[in-house]
């Protein structure tokens, strides 16, 4: 099967195959290579069935195997370029390139559009036909060298304005340009909000020194965390403010409410005083293993302390191996975890050990789920 790619480069399911090992091909939906695929449907602007084939492993931050441009970088040219020909040749029975939707699903399963071109990238620049003001044609063009989606869209609002604004030879085209840039930008601008979990802020030092101080100031607490070694303790007023759950518990007539004592038989002393590092100054000292960082998620959740699981999920992207995928992978999905759900994708389309594990049926069945393979049930022998 031919799979046609950027201008006019023709991409086939062996030439992507020739460089793999069987171990490195994907055994999800029966398809060869999942992002061999996912640029042909984008060439073809086949939105219903990228969005019905395209399988979950796909890697959105792949650049393309030839011209090294981003997957939205890509489609912003392809939309471009499908527009200037049905107005060049006027081949208007021909369906639009539906570009910004495209966009919009890109966006919704991971990509980023601050992702730049590989520096090394060997592709040609798309051209656009303009009309000067001595009506002699001219062509305007943008290299892709050093930019992301935003910055390339940008700048060629930038030569279009800077060159007799939207006075194309036809200006239905200026027309669709601006509209183009207007919706794409918008398009990135509601995925980033959507995305960023939580309001980040630069503070001075000294602050998050104090709260240091706090926290260690052990005469002060007046809550014990009974937990499976050694006690922690922590101040009531911080611990009601940031849970409601919490709250509940110490203001409650039961045990907790009159011992000021919280049983976590479950946990360890280590994974609840990670939490309450992370709740009182919203960092880390040290550098916590994942399996601690685990078990102070499931309490940050339990307890619904929102910015705690934040952090924790983002500690959590910089601690994905091989060894620890399936445990965090599957509490990515446990909790909804959508940023460090996408990262996990990410790492079992180059991980061997995660595919053999996948073609082996030997990860927790939600991972299985997540990466497009059915739970393994295993069925007990019939007795005869």
Request: charged content about 25%.
């Amino acid at each position: 099967m031919l799979l046609a790619s950027h201008m006019g480069q023709i991409l086939t399911s062996k030439d992507v195959l020739d460089d793999c090992s069987t171990e490195d091909k994907p055994h999800v939906l029966g398809m060869e290579d999942p992002n061999a695929l996912l640029w042909a449907l984008l060439y073809e602007g086949d939105l219903e069935n990228l969005r019905k084939l395209t399988p979950e492993m796909v890697d959105i931050r792949s650049l393309h195997p030839k011209t090294g441009v981003t997957v939205l970088v890509f489609v912003i040219d392809r939309h471009f370029e499908h527009e200037q020909k049905r107005r060049d040749y006027e081949e208007y029975q021909y369906a639009a390139y539906p570009g910004v939707k495209i966009i919009a699903w890109l966006l919704s399963i991971g990509a980023d559009a601050t992702q730049k071109v590989s520096p090394r990238a060997k592709s040609s620049p798309i051209k656009l036909s303009w009309v000067a003001q001595d009506f002699c044609p001219e062509e305007l063009t943008v290299s892709h060298s050093g930019h992301s989606a935003v910055s390339y869209l940008v700048e060629w609002k930038r030569v279009l304005e800077q060159n007799g604004g939207w006075r194309f030879y036809q200006c239905e085209l200026g027309d669709f340009a601006e509209e183009l840039f207007n919706k794409a930008f918008a398009q990135i601008a509601r995925a980033t909000s959507t995305q960023q979990s939580r309001r980040k802020a630069i503070i001075d030092e000294s602050l998050v020194e104090r709260w240091e101080r706090i926290f260690h100031d052990i005469s002060s607490h007046n809550v014990t965390f009974e937990t499976a070694d050694v006690p922690v303790t922590a101040h009531d007023w911080m611990l009601k403010e940031a849970s409601p759950v919490l709250k509940a518990m110490l203001q409650s007539s039961l045990q907790e409410g009159q011992k000021q004592c919280i049983q976590v038989a479950d946990s360890p002393s280590l994974a609840v005083s990670l939490f309450l590092e992370i709740l009182y100054t919203s960092s880390v000292r040290e550098d916590p293993n994942f399996q601690t960082v685990l078990l102070a998620l499931d309490l940050a959740h339990r307890w619904q302390v929102a910015e705690v699981v934040a952090i924790l999920s983002e500690i959590l992207e910089d601690l994905v191996s091989d060894e620890s995928f399936a445990a965090i992978a599957e509490a990515s999905c446990l909790k909804q975890l959508e940023r460090l759900h996408r990262l996990c994708h990410q790492f079992a389309t180059k991980s061997n050990a995660v595919k053999r594990q996948l073609r082996e049926g030997t990860l927790p069945p939600r991972v299985q789920e997540m990466l497009g393979q059915p739970r393994h049930v295993k069925l007990r022998a019939r007795r005869f």
